[in-house]
């Protein structure tokens, strides 16, 4: 078992798995803006794990840390053994992914489909415990479905601790299985914040992890007077400079803040030295797009990356020129 966990994991603020967003490139950016804000994996499954190339798609920075890996499947075996491959590289948690209401995820009998069995869900949790020293969190909504009553949530929840499971981050809004794509699930089922409240009430000695329309600090902290912490997802990746006050108001930190232009030279670096290994620059350009949200020349910026980086020409140049082009424009 690994000893290596980071030991100051504090899940006060969180960055939300996000598929084909939350890659290791990502991670390392958005850590270069927050020192504290616990990062996850995308979805990561159990087949592609075991299956295929487990470096490519579980090998991290060290400078990542603290991130906790996001699993999908519902063979205990399997969730068990990519638990082991995982411990060595360190995660912080493995987390269960039973929120996810994709048909591609419905058709493996996991994601949100799980909540409609506890007793299936139960077993998968034990074995993940059984098989590693880290801690093993589930990350589920509401309710699904029909199965939509504060009991059925209750029933839930109850039976996952009676496994061992302390943390859970409850994404605020239930998941329509049929009728509605992913996207529309994290929008057209009403948020109800009041029910997330109430299961901390209920569950008082559980770590309960709010997720779900969260776009300010303001609103983090306001759920931080009722709850362990806050689950931001994709205000955070679009508009990522969120980040940047986010270890002084909700950790107590008190390093300087960085300006955009410090995270983007530093990322620069980060760049050249993933070309010089074959990693092609579109594959890092573009999660920086949102870097300059709000600010003059924020659309030169993108505009400029969206259309150079993608090229089999492309060289770091793409993007020292549009930072050129906006250092301009903000007047640095």
């Known amino acids: 078992m690994s000893d290596s966990t980071p030991k100051d994991l504090n899940r006060r603020f969180c960055v939300a798995p996000m598929l084909d967003w939350t890659d290791r490139h990502c991670r390392f950016f958005l850590r270069l803006i927050s020192q504290h804000a616990v990062l996850y994996t995308e979805m990561l499954t159990t087949g592609a794990i075991l299956h295929g190339d487990s470096e490519r798609f579980l090998g991290l920075n060290a400078a990542e840390h603290p991130v906790a ?136 000695g559980s770590e309960i992890i709010i997720n779900g329309g969260i776009t300010t600090l303001e609103q983090s902290i306001g759920h931080l007077n009722r709850l362990d912490g806050v689950m931001m997802g994709r205000e955070a990746y679009t508009n990522p400079y969120i980040l940047a006050t986010v270890d002084q108001e909700l950790y107590g930190d008190n390093h300087p803040i960085k300006s955009r232009i410090e995270i983007a030279e530093q990322f620069l670096n980060y760049i050249d030295n993933e070309m010089i290994k074959g990693t092609k620059l579109h594959a890092m350009t573009r999660h920086i797009l949102g870097l300059f949200h709000g600010m003059p020349g924020a659309r030169q910026f993108r505009r400029h990356i969206s259309e150079n980086a993608y090229k089999p020409s492309a060289t770091i140049d793409v993007l020292t020129t549009a930072l050129q082009a906006t250092t301009g424009a903000i007047g640095k």
């Open 69 to 204: 890996l996001q699993l999908g499947g519902s063979n205990p075996g399997d969730l068990a053994a990519a638990c082991k491959l995982a411990e060595k590289y360190a995660y912080a948690e493995i987390n269960l992914n039973c929120g996810c209401p994709s048909d591609r995820v419905q058709s493996g009998m996991f994601g949100a489909v799980m909540m409609k069995n506890a007793a299936v869900t139960a077993n998968c949790v034990s074995a993940m415990r059984e098989a590693t020293d880290l801690p093993v969190t589930v990350k589920h909504r509401i309710g699904v479905d029909d199965y939509d009553s504060y009991d059925f949530l209750c029933q839930f929840v109850g039976t996952l601790s009676e496994a061992g499971c302390n943390t859970f981050l409850v994404h605020a809004r239930k998941a329509w299985l049929k009728g509605l794509s992913p996207k529309q699930n994290r929008e057209v089922p009403e948020l109800n914040y009041d029910r997330v409240y109430q299961l901390k009430r209920d569950f008082p």
